[in-house]
């Protein structure tokens, strides 16, 4: 996607050193737009855990490139051993989103296929390589998939604006592309019809007002930022005509989890008869997890997050503001999971489809027992 | 209730001085506390109308002691027009709490009735009084039976805590003292039942942050502070047995207008079949009008509140932070509108009742037509 006219990626490798991964600072969005090199094993594992990239693709790929930066860092000796505990570290920086541990076996997979260490190196750059290009591809597909729907909505509307909600930032800024959640709306907007997008800001992290805001700004799409609380409000008042969210995780038989906050707007989506879509990339299927409510792991980060507010002060300067009193204690779930029967449909890369065991294995009928 | 261990009420007569009223300055809240005195009824009007006092009983209380200020600072001649015309001003700060309307209305038929500008006066004080004080003592009542409910959930979890949900302030700064939704909180942690409250930031003015966690901290209630955004998650995990707001009008037929994002809330409870408590007192009603989501007048506030976050900085000073890009476009909604379908009960001053039309005028008979 294009940041002020420039295309970009989320993460590359440095054009004149192959020993550096770029990666755009997140936590600096929207005051500021910075790119940070990752060196070192240290570093993947410091940028996923900090959130310098988040979001259920781009850490995928930012393991995978750890991996890559992990064997071409890598000693003569013990090789083998320093790759592995390098895929322990990374897979433990955050428990909830698939892609992280999918890319970090797929990265494995491949090394340990290779008899020397380089062709190790070989193997995980060019499997760092697949993971980002195939995610941008599936995100692209999801797109195509997705706009079917936005059309056929406007066309049942006859040509009145789309309303379209989403939580948190399943853009482009959490993948390496396009996005998942905002795919469809990229694709609809480009092909010429009238959208209009409802941000939730998303705290504690404020990744809609951040990220999401953003990305529609320097698209052009038109969009409003609006509280969490406010999605119901508009729901019953007919202002949105679907949902449409992003997955960290999504199991066998359709929950789905997501930022924490997503499940409240499905609740009030089914209350008010308003479809609910999950677009995702196949990297984020569990198959081998059902009920994700009671079994996806959900991460409980610093309790800061909720007490304090970073931004932007009339003088230019990031602050941050406490906002309860000195002694309050706070708790802090990142995600929540969205039962499969609250979910209209699913958007995956390869079509659309129920969000339950036979819908999700129709699509991906190699992974049937 | 107490501030650092001394008695207050959140409006008073200054002791010395009947012709100033006093309140606690809750833009301050709660890393200050400041009372300010209000001596015109602009003073009142601003009052309102910029959140200095906010809540549903305090709107009221302090329109109640407005309409007195306008009667005590009236010219000789023109008495009653002047009084007249503040009435209007007072009833068009907020649109959405009943209890704005109720109290002026209140305050006009008393005046009206008084045939000299002396009496008047010194029926607008006593009429103030009035409200001020049978507000407080519908929320001592609202605890009272609050706490029945919550000591037989005690009684069937055979003594292990009770975890309470809230959303925005519903607390005794909100009223006059004891508050609607805290009150039977506070009865039942006086009388020792182990109780946890779950404290709803509320964006986007936080009063949940900055106000509810401040009222129980100072009262010694065991809490913590989430996000907006959490609340479903709990519900899912078994970790919240009630929740319990208040509310800024409710219609003849039991919707409840309330802080935005109560709605999500209650959607929520009734997909995990928890029980989901309105408080409110009397004076909250709106006997005259029916369905809610369509006949209650939802405030839209600036939307500054949206992109920005105010609070305390590391070196103690207030700040005002920009969360989003500086061009974003933001809506802000003050409230919206709970279905009496989506509420357990509702409980006022005279007891507890099925949200129907029903179960209300089955303690208000004297509204039946």
Same mark, same amino acid.
């Given at each position: 996607?294009?940041?002020?006219?420039?295309?970009?990626? *989320?993460?590359?490798?440095?054009?004149?050193?192959?020993?550096?991964?770029?990666?755009?600072?997140?936590?600096?969005?929207?005051?500021?737009?910075?790119?940070?090199?990752?060196?070192?094993?240290?570093? !993947?594992?410091?940028?996923?855990?900090?959130?310098?990239?988040?979001?259920?693709?781009?850490?995928?790929?930012?393991?995978?490139?750890?991996?890559?930066?992990?064997?071409?860092?890598?000693?003569?000796?013990?090789?083998?051993?320093?790759?592995?505990?390098?895929?322990?570290?990374?897979?433990?920086?955050?428990?909830?989103?698939?892609?992280?541990?999918?890319?970090?076996?797929?990265?494995?997979?491949?090394?340990?296929? !290779?008899?020397?260490?380089?062709?190790?190196?070989?193997?995980?750059?060019? *499997?760092?390589?697949?993971?980002?290009?195939?995610?941008?591809?599936? !995100?692209?597909?999801?797109?195509?998939?997705?706009?079917?729907?936005?059309?056929?909505?406007?066309?049942?509307?006859?040509?009145?604006?789309?309303?379209?909600?989403?939580?948190?930032?399943?853009?482009?800024?959490?993948?390496?592309?396009?996005?998942?959640?905002?795919?469809?709306?990229?694709?609809?907007?480009?092909?010429?019809?009238?959208?209009?997008?409802?941000?939730?800001?998303?705290?504690?992290?404020?990744?809609?007002?951040?990220?999401?805001?953003?990305?529609?700004?320097?698209?052009?799409?038109?969009?409003?930022?609006?509280?969490?609380?406010?999605?119901?409000? $508009?729901?019953?008042?007919?202002?949105?005509?679907?949902?449409?969210?992003?997955?960290?995780?999504?199991?066998?038989?359709?929950?789905?989890?997501?930022?924490?906050?997503?499940?409240?707007?499905?609740?009030?989506?089914?209350?008010?008869?308003?479809?609910?879509?999950?677009?995702?990339?196949?990297?984020?299927?569990?198959?081998?997890?059902?009920?994700?409510?009671?079994?996806?792991?959900?991460?409980?980060?610093?309790?800061?997050?909720?007490?304090?507010?970073?931004?932007?002060?009339?003088?230019?300067?990031?602050?941050?503001?406490?906002?309860?009193?000195?002694?309050?204690?706070?708790?802090?779930?990142?995600?929540?999971?969205?039962?499969?029967?609250?979910?209209?449909? $699913?958007? !995956?890369?390869?079509?659309?489809?129920?969000?339950?065991?036979?819908?999700?294995?129709?699509?991906?009928?190699?992974?049937?027992?």
């Amino acid at each position: 996607m294009k940041v002020s006219g420039t295309r970009f990626r *989320t993460i590359w490798l440095k054009g004149d050193d192959p020993g550096v991964v770029q990666v755009i600072d997140q936590r600096k969005l929207p005051h500021a737009f910075k790119v940070l090199e990752l060196r070192t094993v240290e570093d !993947c594992r410091a940028a996923i855990q900090d959130m310098t990239v988040r979001g259920a693709g781009l850490i995928g790929a930012t393991a995978g490139y750890g991996m890559y930066i992990a064997a071409l860092t890598s000693p003569e000796k013990g090789t083998r051993a320093f790759i592995e505990k390098a895929a322990e570290i990374l897979v433990a920086t955050r428990p909830t989103a698939a892609n992280l541990a999918w890319a970090v076996n797929r990265q494995l997979a491949a090394i340990r296929a !290779c008899p020397t260490r380089e062709e190790s190196v070989k193997a995980a750059l060019s *499997t760092a390589a697949a993971i980002a290009d195939e995610d941008a591809e599936s !995100c692209r597909r999801i797109g195509g998939h997705g706009k079917e729907i936005i059309i056929e909505m406007a066309r049942k509307k006859r040509g009145g604006t789309i309303h379209i909600l989403t939580h948190c930032n399943a853009g482009w800024l959490a993948f390496v592309d396009y996005g998942s959640a905002t795919a469809p709306i990229y694709a609809a907007f480009d092909a010429g019809v009238a959208v209009h997008v409802w941000v939730d800001e998303t705290r504690p992290r404020n990744q809609g007002a951040s990220l999401t805001a953003w990305e529609l700004g320097q698209h052009g799409v038109p969009h409003d930022l609006i509280t969490d609380n406010a999605g119901g409000h $508009l729901m019953q008042h007919g202002l949105v005509d679907l949902v449409l969210t992003g997955a960290d995780r999504v199991t066998r038989n359709g929950d789905a989890a997501n930022k924490i906050g997503t499940y409240l707007k499905a609740a009030a989506a089914k209350d008010n008869g308003i479809p609910f879509y999950v677009a995702l990339p196949s990297s984020s299927f569990d198959f081998g997890r059902v009920d994700g409510v009671k079994n996806i792991p959900i991460e409980e980060r610093d309790s800061g997050e909720v007490r304090f507010v970073a931004g932007k002060t009339a003088d230019g300067k990031i602050e941050t503001v406490q906002i309860c009193p000195d002694t309050t204690p706070a708790r802090n779930w990142g995600f929540d999971v969205t039962p499969a029967r609250l979910i209209t449909r $699913l958007i !995956c890369e390869r079509g659309v489809c129920e969000a339950s065991e036979a819908g999700i294995l129709g699509l991906f009928p190699e992974e049937k027992t």
